[in-house]
């Protein structure tokens, strides 16, 4: 399609325009994918008995720890006495252990355990299929393109 002859969402999508359309804001539009992605992946997640945010600390634990509670609250967009719970709830299950840190023994850092680890790589084979399923038809530009816009949003929020 010639990009000339493309309408201009960009106006549509904004709340304050008399000609406002839902379908053209993209906060929508993300709120829609990520509602239909929660039930997806929870149902995948329920038999492991593994909740979104605890999925949400395994991954980030499991690509880099020990890490401060407080970095994973951010990389997981989980607020903190929210994120407090969850470490909480995650240690006696045995996933995590809660240490002073090396380096500054006022902040608290999460490791995954062995228990945490096999439950991560587990969920991770559960939820490659339906990872798959939801890129299939993107492209290798169609992807690197996505998440570069996904972040120009998230950078302009700031």
Not at 2 to 24: C, K, Q, W, Y
Not at 29 to 43: G, P
Not at 130 to 137: Q, R
Request: no cysteine; charged share 25%.
């Amino acid at each position: 399609m010639d990009t000339t002859m493309r309408e201009d969402l960009r106006a549509l999508g904004n709340p304050g325009s008399s000609d406002f359309r839902v379908d053209a804001y993209p906060f929508y539009q993300l709120n829609r994918v990520a509602s239909r992605y929660n039930v997806a992946i929870e149902s995948v997640l329920r038999p492991l008995e593994i909740d979104i945010p605890t999925w949400r600390v395994l991954m980030i634990l499991g690509e880099r720890a020990p890490l401060a509670i407080g970095q994973v609250s951010k990389s997981a967009v989980i607020n903190l006495s929210t994120m407090m719970r969850i470490v909480e709830r995650m240690a006696k299950a045995n996933l995590v252990t809660i240490a002073p840190s090396a380096s500054d023994g006022r902040v608290r850092e999460l490791a995954l355990t062995e228990h945490g680890a096999q439950k991560l790589a587990a969920a991770r084979e559960a939820t490659s299929p339906l990872y798959e399923k939801i890129i299939k038809g993107f492209s290798q530009d169609d992807f690197g393109q996505l998440l570069a816009l996904l972040d120009r949003l998230y950078e302009n929020l700031d």
